[in-house]
């Protein structure tokens, strides 16, 4: 079946350092996904992405579409403690979605 | 705005029992979902049902069983729980029109022990 990679697969830093993580796949899809998940909670949607090569910010983040619609890249600026969690990329697929095994960040003070 | 609601929030259950996890939605979507998370496993599909009355099978559905009861409710059950269903489970509702956007509830930790 279709599989996402993310890298890194975790992260520690810095509070008020930029984090960058980005999610690949070897088929091309038309649509990338940014969720977050907070410890003890269910996933939210950070970022939707629905064009190659568009850039898309919500407040300290920013997303891109890869321009070979098979890859998703997610920055966040300056971060703050309130940023750690898991966070993980996805792509509509058919009735389902295909997740990334995430991105686990920690953001020590 | 509730959005997504599971209950219970933690279970605790011995080999063989069985139970049921709850789901409802209020933003009148068709399409529902039921999944488990592991650890270094990331996000997998048990059940998802597109519309009321229908239910499918996703990537792990053995040793569960899902009824979707109205549009708003979609439960799952586990008829003789095993220590391997211990795990984290969301339950997921979708924009209409096969839309991009997929709302979780804030998930059911289980052990069975």
């Known amino acids: 079946g279709q599989q996402l990679n993310q890298s890194p697969q975790s992260m520690f830093i810095q509070e008020g350092e930029d984090v960058s993580m980005n999610c690949t796949s070897s088929?091309?899809?038309?649509?990338w996904l940014w969720y977050k998940q907070d410890p003890g909670e269910g996933p939210v949607l950070l970022i939707a992405?629905?064009?190659?090569?568009e850039l898309t910010s919500n407040g300290r983040l920013t997303a891109q579409f890869g321009i070979t619609r098979k890859d998703s890249f997610l920055n966040i600026s300056a971060s703050i403690p309130s940023d750690v969690g898991i966070y993980f990329c996805?792509?509509?697929?058919?009735?389902?979605?295909?997740f990334g095994p995430g991105t686990r960040l920690s953001v020590l003070p | 705005n509730a959005g997504v609601t599971q209950t219970p929030k933690f279970q605790v259950l011995k080999t063989g029992q069985s139970m049921t996890l709850q789901c409802a939605q209020d933003?009148?979507?068709?399409?529902m979902y039921w999944y488990r998370q592991d650890p270094g496993m990331g996000l997998r599909l048990i059940y998802y049902?597109?519309?009321?009355?229908?239910?499918d099978k996703g990537e792990v559905p053995n040793g569960y069983n899902v009824s979707r009861l109205n549009k708003r409710e979609f439960s799952l059950r586990l008829e003789s729980a095993a220590p391997s269903q211990t795990s984290v489970y969301f339950c997921?509702?979708?924009?209409?029109?096969?839309?991009?956007?997929?709302?979780f509830g804030s998930g059911t930790q289980l052990s069975v022990l």
């Open positions: 088929s091309i899809f038309n649509t």
């Open positions: 933003m009148n979507h068709n399409s």
């Open positions: 996805a792509v509509p697929y058919g009735q389902n979605f295909v």
């Open positions: 992405l629905y064009k190659a090569g």
């Open positions: 997921a509702s979708r924009e209409p029109h096969l839309g991009t956007k997929l709302f």
């Open positions: 049902s597109a519309s009321e009355g229908t239910t």
